[in-house]
């Protein structure tokens, strides 16, 4: 099984190293509902709540945002240039070490 290692910081500012499958089509949101990690994902990950917007803190590159993630996003609070949906980032081996901070709750 391949891992990647995602860091997440949480809304107190305490970071949490998370070792997550990329052979099992998770995503961000997943991972942290996994670990127990303070996120909703109240809409299942299909881009429509916000509840799992999170900041990306390192130079990851990531795959362009979608339409509905930017719609999305037009609508919650919080947001900053940094801004995605954990729903919208898929676990793969390009996104390993990456850092997010999850945003304030709305």
């Given at each position: 099984?391949?891992?990647?290692?995602?860091?997440?910081?949480?809304?107190?500012?305490?970071?949490?190293e998370?070792?997550?499958?990329?052979?099992?089509?998770?995503?961000?949101?997943?991972?942290?509902?996994?670990?127990?990690?303070?996120?909703?994902?109240?809409?299942?990950g299909?881009?429509?709540?916000?509840t799992?917007?999170?900041?990306?803190?390192?130079?990851?590159?990531?795959?362009?945002?979608?339409d509905a993630?930017?719609d999305?996003?037009?609508?919650?609070?919080?947001?900053?240039?940094?801004?995605?949906?954990?729903?919208?980032?898929q676990l793969?081996?390009?996104?390993d070490?990456?850092?997010?901070r999850?945003?304030?709750e709305?």
């Amino acid at each position: 099984m391949n891992e990647i290692t995602v860091t997440i910081i949480d809304r107190e500012g305490e970071s949490h190293e998370l070792v997550g499958p990329t052979d099992m089509n998770m995503n961000i949101m997943e991972l942290c509902k996994a670990y127990e990690l303070p996120v909703l994902g109240e809409c299942g990950g299909m881009a429509m709540c916000a509840t799992c917007q999170c900041y990306l803190e390192s130079e990851t590159a990531l795959a362009e945002q979608s339409d509905a993630e930017l719609d999305m996003l037009d609508q919650a609070f919080h947001v900053k240039n940094n801004s995605r949906l954990g729903c919208q980032i898929q676990l793969s081996d390009e996104i390993d070490g990456i850092v997010l901070r999850l945003a304030p709750e709305a």
